[in-house]
T-cell receptor, first 107, second 112 residues
Framework: EDQVTQSPEALRLQEGESSSLNCSYT??????LFWYRQDPGKGPEFLFT???AGEEKEKERLKATLTKKESFLHITAPKPEDSATYLC????????FGKGTRLSVIA | NAGVTQTPKFRVLKTGQSMTLLCAQD?????MYWYRQDPGMGLRLIHY???????AKGEVPDGYNVSRLKKQNFLLGLESAAPSQTSVYFC???????????FGDGTRLSIL
C-alpha cells in the first residue's frame, strides 16, 4: 500500500531561522511528487512538482528536493507570512497525500 | 477567472437529511475530484471523474454519490447524512492525471 509520511507534524521557527520539512514515501514506481501550501480556511495551493530523484525546484524562500525515498522542503530565512500547513502528495491513481506539517514562523 | 468554486461554503444538516455540494471549474479541466479533510487524517479522496459523464470511487466513497453531467461541474451528494460525515469537503480539478490539482476553498459541513 502506498504511504506518505510527513515530519515533523508541527514546527515553530523564529523569523530568519532556516529549516527543512520532510516527506517520506513508499510508492512503487514514483511518477511524481507535489508540494502544496494550505492556509487556514483555504484550499491547498500548488507549489512544486518533482518527477525524478535529484530534481530541485525553487520559489522565493522555498526549495524542494527529491530522492528515491523522500522529499525535503527547505525554507530559508522564513518570514511570518510563510506560516501555513505544507502538504506533500505522491502521484498514484490519483494522489496520495501526507497529513502535513504545520509551520509557524514567529517575528 | 475564478478557478474552482464550491457552493455552499458552510452548511449545517440534521442526521438523515440529504444535500448536494456543487463544484464548478472554469479552466476546461478534464479531471475533477472530491476530497474530505478531517483533523489527523489528511486529505482523503471520495470520488473522482476523468471526464464528462464518468465517475470513479476513491478511498472513502461510502455514503456519497457523484455526477458529472457537464464538464465544468462535479456534484457530490449525501443521500442520508450521518454525523461521521461532518468534515471539510474540497473539490479539485486538473488537466490530466500528472498535472497539479487546483483546489477550491472548501465546504464546511456539520451534521448534528
Amino acid at each position: 500500500e502506498d504511504q506518505v509520511t510527513q515530519s515533523p507534524e508541527a514546527l515553530r521557527l523564529q523569523e530568519g531561522e532556516s529549516s527543512s520539512l520532510n516527506c517520506s514515501y513508499t510508492v512503487s514506481g514514483l511518477r511524481g511528487l507535489f508540494w502544496y501550501r494550505q492556509d487556514p480556511g483555504k484550499g491547498p495551493e500548488f507549489l512544486f512538482t518533482l518527477y525524478s530523484a535529484g530534481e530541485e525546484k525553487e520559489k522565493e524562500r522555498l526549495k524542494a528536493t527529491l530522492t528515491k525515498k523522500e522529499s525535503f522542503l527547505h525554507i530559508t530565512a522564513p518570514k511570518p507570512e510563510d506560516s501555513a500547513t505544507y502538504l506533500c502528495a505522491v502521484f498514484n491513481t490519483p494522489l496520495v497525500f501526507g497529513k502535513g506539517t504545520r509551520l509557524s514562523v514567529i517575528a | 477567472n475564478a478557478g474552482v468554486t464550491q457552493t455552499p461554503k458552510f452548511r449545517v444538516l440534521k442526521t438523515g437529511q440529504s444535500m448536494t455540494l456543487l463544484c464548478a471549474q472554469d479552466m476546461n479541466h478534464e479531471y475533477m475530484y472530491w476530497y474530505r479533510q478531517d483533523p489527523g487524517m489528511g486529505l482523503r479522496l471520495i470520488h473522482y471523474s476523468v471526464g464528462e459523464g464518468t465517475t470513479a470511487k476513491g478511498e472513502v466513497p461510502d455514503g456519497y454519490n457523484v455526477s458529472r453531467l457537464k464538464k465544468q461541474n462535479f456534484l457530490l451528494g449525501l443521500e442520508s447524512a450521518a454525523p461521521s460525515q461532518t468534515s471539510v469537503y474540497f473539490c479539485a480539478s486538473s488537466y490530466s492525471r500528472l498535472e497539479p490539482q487546483h483546489f477550491g476553498d472548501g465546504t464546511r459541513l456539520s451534521i448534528l
